[in-house]
Nanobody, 112 residues
Framework: QVQLVESGGGLVQPGGSLRLSCAAS?????MGWFRQAPGKQRELVAY???????NYADSVKGRFAISRDNAKNTVTLEMNSLKAEDTAVYYC?????????WGQGTQVTVSS
């Protein structure tokens, strides 16, 4: 069983930046981030494969950047030009050949 530990998040003004990090306790194939705003469904933000392939939600393209360190089993989400609509609980997600795993979630609030 792989455990995911998230860090980062918090309160930031519109136009600001935040960094989210997630560390996995074991080797992982794909890592990524989802988010869930109040009253909305959980949605994909971005993911990155072990080989470095990435995919982003249209709403964050050009503003967010995902990266990973395979040796440390970590993934980082750099969030820039944040908007009020980015406010949500952000969840780290990781998958291996057979299972998917979720982090506990971290709150990101974009407000003046």
């Amino acid at each position: 069983q792989v455990q995911l530990v998230e860090s980062g998040g918090g309160l930031v003004q519109p136009g600001g930046s935040l960094r989210l990090s997630c560390a996995a306790s074991g080797s992982i194939d794909t890592m990524g981030w989802f988010r869930q705003a109040p009253g909305k469904q959980r949605e994909l933000v971005a993911y990155i494969t072990r080989g470095g392939g990435t995919n982003y939600a249209d709403s964050v393209k050009g503003r967010f950047a995902i990266s990973r360190d395979n040796a440390k089993n970590t993934v980082t989400l750099e969030m820039n030009s944040l908007k009020a609509e980015d406010t949500a609980v952000y969840y780290c997600y990781a998958s291996d050949a057979t299972l998917g795993y979720w982090g506990q979630g971290t709150q990101v609030t974009v407000s003046s």
